[in-house]
């Protein structure tokens, strides 16, 4: 007995899978280490009825697009880490050179200038910017076992513990 419906969702999954793989399985990307993100990013997005929202972006050092660009590879398309306990998958922007996710904000910040954090490994680091009033700091710490993409499940490679906005 032929059941036409698991056919087509057969081809359907099928189609799907092919048509997302293939970037993976056929462009070679460098690993990244947490030294290889210089400083992060908040800057303000227009906020919906409900939220204010913030753009967070992981900027690439140098050091890291050089050793891509030298192995004739790319950086990957998405990269894993934690913001307040929570997996988060950011993507890399056209130009390679950071990665960007939308999150919540407790308060409206400007849209035009981010507030930047010089990147480190742990410990609270103060913001510079339109947005950087004395309180505005991020606290990096060492990544929960486990910590990893819901999606992709790559290992989360920054972790934010704190936002101090």
């Keep these: 007995m032929k059941i036409l419906g698991a056919n087509r969702m057969g081809v359907l999954c099928l189609g799907l899978f092919f048509a997302c793989v293939p970037p993976v399985l056929s462009q070679r990307t460098i690993e990244l280490m947490s030294s290889d993100i210089d400083r992060v990013e908040i800057k303000g997005l227009p906020p919906t009825k409900t939220q204010h929202r913030a753009t967070i972006s992981f900027h690439v050092s140098d050091s890291a697009r050089d050793r891509a660009k030298s192995a004739g590879q790319s950086l990957p398309e998405t990269l894993s880490a934690s913001i307040e306990g929570n997996s988060v998958d950011f993507k890399l922007s056209a130009d390679q050179s950071f990665y960007s996710a939308e999150i919540g904000a407790p308060r409206?910040?400007?849209?035009?200038?981010?507030?930047?954090?010089?990147?480190?490994?742990?410990?609270?680091?103060?913001?510079?910017?339109?947005?950087?009033?004395?309180?505005f700091s991020i606290e990096f710490g060492p990544c929960a076992k486990g910590c990893k993409s819901i999606i992709f499940h790559h290992p989360c490679l920054v972790c934010i513990t704190k936002i101090s906005w």
């Design 108 to 135: 409206r910040l400007p849209l035009d200038k981010p507030t930047s954090f010089t990147h480190k490994d742990s410990g609270t680091v103060k913001g510079t910017g339109p947005a950087a009033n004395p309180n």
